[in-house]
């Protein structure tokens, strides 16, 4: 993230450690390496993603889009959307959207997207 988000604002300020939910977040291995991390907030009438990193070495390899469809699968088990943000500058937009997830709207410097729970 830190790329995009020097791209977005010039600088780049990690978030304090105070702020790290880690009831949250979920560590992604894969062939027992730490690679990632996921966090979702289920909230009364939606699934928030806050967060869905995983390293570049192992992205482009199907493991955002089976992560994406367990949530997805979770959010058509409890009828709830799923709503994100993402940075303009980030390519994982096009995941989300490979994925079924829409553009509400837009502010100068993200995206926030949503995943109808009627979506199939």
């Known amino acids: 993230m830190k790329e995009y988000a020097v791209q977005t604002w010039g600088t780049w300020i990690p978030e304090p450690p105070e702020n790290f939910r880690p009831e949250i977040h979920e560590i992604i291995q894969y062939d027992g390496d730490e690679i990632g991390c996921m ?21 482009g390899r199907g493991i955002g889009t089976w992560l994406l469809t367990r949530l997805i699968e979770r959010a058509h088990a409890c009828n709830k959307p799923i709503r994100l943000r993402v940075l303009r500058v980030n390519p994982a937009r096009r995941l989300y959207e490979r994925n079924g997830f829409l553009i509400d709207s837009s502010s100068d410097v993200r995206h926030f997207m949503s995943y109808p729970v009627n979506n199939s």
């Not at 966090?39 to 192992?58: H, M, R, T």
Request: hydrophobic share 55%; no cysteine.
């Open 39 to 59: 966090a979702v907030v289920a909230e009364e009438g939606v699934l928030s993603l806050e967060k869905l990193y995983i390293l570049p070495a192992f992205q």
